[in-house]
């Protein structure tokens, strides 16, 4: 599975921004995939993940009701809503997939597949 992140960039507080996850590679409909960040100087962390189908998703508690995780599998992408963007939503995300689970929940170490990062800036 090839991720390619997109849809980064500098932002003021307040603002808005949807990530995009292009995938391929292995079957992307019975994939599971996921959204992490590394804000500067700290570890990577869970934002967001979503099942095969859709049907299930989970959200970390900083950016729960603010950020919507959704893919659209006929056009092999995940996609990122985020919405009254902070501060510390600065950071580098980062699409993760994993082919051989239904949904991989919050621990990076459930994805076998990443992205390169795309930046997210937000000025306060």
């Known amino acids: 599975v090839q991720l390619q992140a997109s849809g980064g960039g500098l932002v003021q507080a307040g603002a808005s921004l949807r990530l995009s996850c292009a995938a391929s590679?292995?079957?992307?409909?019975?994939?599971?995939l996921g959204w992490f960040r590394q804000p500067p100087g700290k570890e990577r962390e869970f934002v967001a993940a979503i099942s095969w189908g859709g049907g299930i998703t989970g959200y970390a508690d900083s950016v729960k009701g603010r950020f919507t995780i959704s893919r659209d599998n006929a056009k092999n992408t995940m996609y990122l809503r985020m919405n009254s963007l902070k501060f510390e939503d600065t950071a580098a995300y980062y699409c993760?997939?994993?082919?051989?689970?239904?949904?991989?929940?919050?621990?990076?170490?459930?994805?076998?597949?990443w992205g390169q990062g795309t930046q997210v800036t937000v000025s306060s």
């Open positions: 590679g292995r079957t992307f409909s019975r994939t599971a």
């Open positions: 993760a997939a994993d082919p051989d689970l239904s949904y991989g929940g919050s621990s990076a170490l459930g994805y076998d597949y």
